[in-house]
């Protein structure tokens, strides 16, 4: 026969399961992906007011005065939304990353009131009528609903994506914790509900054993709860600002503004505190902590597609789903601009951190719709680890440098800092210094390589050519230390100065009776500068210099990834008069198809073409198919790295219009540039020079 001490056992551990059932379903939704995420979240509230309301029942039962359920459908259906309205209540608020001390008190209040009314239209479906509240028992048990709820609240939000040693154990007991206060909150609604003449059943003679039930389990109860909201709360405290916040259950010192106001995430200052905090912990326990910057790709296209507004809003989205990706015990700061930055503590293995890392990258990858706009990003993603990778001050720099590496592989993934990148970084980080100093001590020089006419030999212009007078290592390329310039953003100001400095030359050649044409080399950075034709101009003008003497080179390359950009762009140099040449032509299928487009009055063939047109037919006739659609569209054909003389000729026979090589001459210093192009304009008219 089943004893009602039987019942009750039996309740009691189906509440703890359905606990720890519940901690279970909160995982699961916390790693759905956004598209997934409301879908699951509405599922599982089902599935979770199911069990509230089976719960109840059998409490209600329990209480051996509701013998019959359901003489009134209608209550009863009030009784199931009530169950979803209180499921639903505790998912959607452990859901966040944080969780204020109001967000918490009103989330609380809300379910303990559904647990309340729900028990109470449980006994009024099962035909209770003619009832009383008694309104001090009522308020007691409310104020323990309440607390029931605080408590399931903050413990799952707590243990939400904890993957400690301690994690199956830590589930059970807060389930066992969390059963215990529904149990004594049901006990006292249970006695707050006085039936003055019951239809069914006798008013509960078992009253005095309830009371005694009560008297047990409330103290226990009560003492545990306070002791781990106090404990949890202590940690987040923030007497300051009076400002209470349960996030991640970590101390940050907040006497700075300590959050970043546009996504509300910790921002950088915030950051180095956590780190300093986090990194003594390791030290003294001997752990590992992992360090992830996060920098968004194409992010600046997305400003400039659809204005600094959706940007802002794509931000805090992004914000929040790399939020929801990490573990609680993580961390995510925004570093700034598109760059965030999470720290993962409680590692148990490398698999552990490539798990989480792996989450936000596909978290990003997901589309996003903001505004009604359809955006599609990705995100790359640099690693190193504490104390493996080196000390704290190193950490970022090195996640930084794996980041750089993520994306020079392609974007849309992660990488972890290694002794490949390490020997990289060193090298990087000299150079950055190293640039500072070539800036500010004038080390950089151009040099030029004169551009001729393919028949006449006249000299049209010159290719101007950077390079930076080392104090060390003598005379280097762009190659050497271009990518230290653009990571570091030293990238504007060198070539602002090459612009410049040719313009210069331009001026100098006119002064003396020289008509010269430049060419500079414009990198894809740039022509991300919605200034760059106002800085143009501006320089122009500075020197005095006409429009048309500047030729502007893009490779062909980024007119290919960032065609978009370009067009508007190069339509904005064709009106003010400037030229633009297509350099590195003929490497991509791209070149045919696409050169009707952009707005470009010059192509100049690769290296790798001219090399061969003297010693194979194949070559040459590409080549020749290359100059013959070049002209079609009204375009100039320059021929690059012509070294000898069957190479000339054999570009002179296909049309080719100019060109430039060691053939005629290496890159030479302005003055020689000078005497060069006078002695050349000389004799041109009167025999071959070259
Ligand atoms: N809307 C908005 N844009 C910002 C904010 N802070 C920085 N930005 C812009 O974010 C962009 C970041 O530049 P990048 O990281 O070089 O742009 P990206 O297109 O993501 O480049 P890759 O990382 O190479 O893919 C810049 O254009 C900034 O103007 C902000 O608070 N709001």
Same mark, same amino acid.
Request: with cysteine; charged share 20%; glycine share 4%.
């Given at each position: 026969m089943i004893t009602t001490q039987m019942l009750l056992v039996a309740l009691f551990t189906s509440s703890v399961v359905g606990c720890f059932f519940a901690f279970k379903l909160v995982d699961r939704l916390r790693v759905a992906t956004p598209k997934e995420h409301d879908f699951?979240?509405?599922?599982?509230?089902?599935?979770?007011?199911?069990?509230i309301f089976s719960l109840h029942a059998g409490y209600q039962f329990l209480a051996d005065n509701i013998p019959k359920v359901s003489q009134h459908p209608i209550d009863l259906i009030g009784c199931m939304l009530c169950s979803y309205l209180l499921a639903a209540a505790i998912l959607k608020t452990v859901h966040k990353k944080r969780l204020p001390l109001r967000d918490l008190l009103s989330a609380s209040a809300a379910t303990g009131i559904?647990?309340?009314?729900?028990?109470?239209?449980?006994?009024i479906s099962a035909g209770a009528i003619n009832i009383r509240i008694d309104s001090w028992t009522a308020l007691f048990s409310l104020f323990l609903a309440c607390l029931t709820a605080a408590l399931a609240i903050v413990t799952i939000l707590w243990l939400k994506g904890y993957s400690g040693k301690l994690e199956k154990r830590l589930k059970w007991m807060f389930s066992i914790e969390i059963a215990l206060g529904f149990l004594a909150s049901h006990t006292a609604i249970n006695l707050s509900i006085v039936h003055n003449n019951m239809l069914i059943g006798q008013p509960s003679d078992q009253a005095d054993n309830y009371l005694m039930l009560l008297l047990v389990l409330v103290p226990v109860f009560l003492f545990i709860t306070?002791? #781990?909201?106090v404990i949890f709360y202590e940690r987040n405290i923030d007497l300051a600002q009076s400002k209470l916040t349960f996030r991640n259950t970590q101390t940050v010192n907040k006497k700075f503004l300590a959050y970043d106001p546009l996504t509300h995430l910790p921002n950088r200052d915030a950051l180095n505190q956590h780190l300093i905090l986090s990194a003594k912990r390791c030290d003294r326990n001997g752990e590992s902590l992992a360090l992830a910057y996060i920098d968004l790709d194409h992010f600046k296209p997305v400003n400039d597609q659809f204005g600094h507004h959706i940007g802002d809003l794509l931000l805090i989205e992004v914000s929040k789903r790399i939020s929801n990706a990490i573990r609680n015990c993580d961390y995510v700061a925004r570093a700034g601009g598109d760059e965030f930055i999470a720290v993962l503590s409680e590692i148990e293995n490398h698999q552990s951190v490539v798990t989480v890392i792996q989450r936000v990258v596909d978290a990003l990858r997901e589309t996003f719709v903001i505004e009604d706009h359809v955006i599609e #990003?990705?995100?790359?993603?640099?690693?190193?680890?504490?104390?493996?990778?080196?000390n704290l001050q190193k950490l970022k720099l090195n996640a930084d440098a794996a980041m750089?590496?993520?994306k020079e592989n392609g974007k849309n993934q992660y990488r972890f800092f290694d002794a490949e990148i390490e020997q990289a970084s060193d090298e990087m980080q000299q150079t950055r210094i190293e640039l500072k100093q070539a800036i500010s001590e004038q080390e950089f020089r151009l040099l030029f390589q004169p551009k001729v006419d393919a028949i006449t030999r006249?000299?049209?212009?010159?290719?101007?050519?950077?390079?930076?007078?080392?104090?060390?290592?003598g005379l280097l390329s762009p190659n050497s230390f271009i990518e230290a310039a653009e990571r570091f953003g030293m990238i504007e100001e060198i070539n602002a100065w090459v612009i410049s400095q040719a313009c210069r030359t331009i001026s100098q050649a006119r002064d003396r009776g020289i008509d010269l044409s430049i060419s500079v080399n414009m990198s894809n950075q740039q022509f991300r500068n919605k200034q760059l034709g106002a800085l143009i101009q501006s320089i122009l003008e500075a020197h005095a210099v006409e429009s048309r003497n500047l030729i502007l080179e893009v490779s062909e390359t980024n007119a290919i990834h960032h065609q978009g950009q370009f067009k508007d762009t190069l339509r904005q140099f064709k009106q003010q008069g400037l030229k633009i040449s297509l350099d590195d032509f003929g490497l991509h299928p791209f070149s045919l198809t696409h050169l009707e487009d952009l707005e470009v009055s010059e192509v100049k063939l690769d290296r790798s073409l001219t090399k061969n047109v003297a010693v194979s037919h194949t070559s040459l006739s590409i080549v020749e198919a290359i100059v013959k659609l070049a002209h079609a569209l009204n375009l100039n054909v320059v021929a690059e790295g012509v070294e000898d003389e069957e190479q000339r000729k054999a570009l002179v026979n296909i049309g080719c219009d100019q060109m430039q090589g060691f053939l005629f001459s290496k890159p030479v210093e302005q003055q020689y540039l000078f005497d060069l192009f006078s002695?050349?304009?000389?004799?041109?008219?009167?025999q071959n020079l070259f």
């Amino acid at each position: 026969m089943i004893t009602t001490q039987m019942l009750l056992v039996a309740l009691f551990t189906s509440s703890v399961v359905g606990c720890f059932f519940a901690f279970k379903l909160v995982d699961r939704l916390r790693v759905a992906t956004p598209k997934e995420h409301d879908f699951m979240l509405k599922k599982y509230a089902v599935v979770m007011a199911a069990g509230i309301f089976s719960l109840h029942a059998g409490y209600q039962f329990l209480a051996d005065n509701i013998p019959k359920v359901s003489q009134h459908p209608i209550d009863l259906i009030g009784c199931m939304l009530c169950s979803y309205l209180l499921a639903a209540a505790i998912l959607k608020t452990v859901h966040k990353k944080r969780l204020p001390l109001r967000d918490l008190l009103s989330a609380s209040a809300a379910t303990g009131i559904s647990g309340y009314l729900l028990s109470y239209f449980y006994q009024i479906s099962a035909g209770a009528i003619n009832i009383r509240i008694d309104s001090w028992t009522a308020l007691f048990s409310l104020f323990l609903a309440c607390l029931t709820a605080a408590l399931a609240i903050v413990t799952i939000l707590w243990l939400k994506g904890y993957s400690g040693k301690l994690e199956k154990r830590l589930k059970w007991m807060f389930s066992i914790e969390i059963a215990l206060g529904f149990l004594a909150s049901h006990t006292a609604i249970n006695l707050s509900i006085v039936h003055n003449n019951m239809l069914i059943g006798q008013p509960s003679d078992q009253a005095d054993n309830y009371l005694m039930l009560l008297l047990v389990l409330v103290p226990v109860f009560l003492f545990i709860t306070s002791f #781990i909201l106090v404990i949890f709360y202590e940690r987040n405290i923030d007497l300051a600002q009076s400002k209470l916040t349960f996030r991640n259950t970590q101390t940050v010192n907040k006497k700075f503004l300590a959050y970043d106001p546009l996504t509300h995430l910790p921002n950088r200052d915030a950051l180095n505190q956590h780190l300093i905090l986090s990194a003594k912990r390791c030290d003294r326990n001997g752990e590992s902590l992992a360090l992830a910057y996060i920098d968004l790709d194409h992010f600046k296209p997305v400003n400039d597609q659809f204005g600094h507004h959706i940007g802002d809003l794509l931000l805090i989205e992004v914000s929040k789903r790399i939020s929801n990706a990490i573990r609680n015990c993580d961390y995510v700061a925004r570093a700034g601009g598109d760059e965030f930055i999470a720290v993962l503590s409680e590692i148990e293995n490398h698999q552990s951190v490539v798990t989480v890392i792996q989450r936000v990258v596909d978290a990003l990858r997901e589309t996003f719709v903001i505004e009604d706009h359809v955006i599609e #990003i990705s995100c790359s993603v640099g690693v190193s680890m504490y104390p493996q990778d080196g000390n704290l001050q190193k950490l970022k720099l090195n996640a930084d440098a794996a980041m750089y590496k993520a994306k020079e592989n392609g974007k849309n993934q992660y990488r972890f800092f290694d002794a490949e990148i390490e020997q990289a970084s060193d090298e990087m980080q000299q150079t950055r210094i190293e640039l500072k100093q070539a800036i500010s001590e004038q080390e950089f020089r151009l040099l030029f390589q004169p551009k001729v006419d393919a028949i006449t030999r006249m000299v049209h212009g010159a290719e101007a050519l950077l390079r930076w007078q080392h104090p060390a290592r003598g005379l280097l390329s762009p190659n050497s230390f271009i990518e230290a310039a653009e990571r570091f953003g030293m990238i504007e100001e060198i070539n602002a100065w090459v612009i410049s400095q040719a313009c210069r030359t331009i001026s100098q050649a006119r002064d003396r009776g020289i008509d010269l044409s430049i060419s500079v080399n414009m990198s894809n950075q740039q022509f991300r500068n919605k200034q760059l034709g106002a800085l143009i101009q501006s320089i122009l003008e500075a020197h005095a210099v006409e429009s048309r003497n500047l030729i502007l080179e893009v490779s062909e390359t980024n007119a290919i990834h960032h065609q978009g950009q370009f067009k508007d762009t190069l339509r904005q140099f064709k009106q003010q008069g400037l030229k633009i040449s297509l350099d590195d032509f003929g490497l991509h299928p791209f070149s045919l198809t696409h050169l009707e487009d952009l707005e470009v009055s010059e192509v100049k063939l690769d290296r790798s073409l001219t090399k061969n047109v003297a010693v194979s037919h194949t070559s040459l006739s590409i080549v020749e198919a290359i100059v013959k659609l070049a002209h079609a569209l009204n375009l100039n054909v320059v021929a690059e790295g012509v070294e000898d003389e069957e190479q000339r000729k054999a570009l002179v026979n296909i049309g080719c219009d100019q060109m430039q090589g060691f053939l005629f001459s290496k890159p030479v210093e302005q003055q020689y540039l000078f005497d060069l192009f006078s002695k050349l304009q000389s004799q041109s008219a009167t025999q071959n020079l070259f």
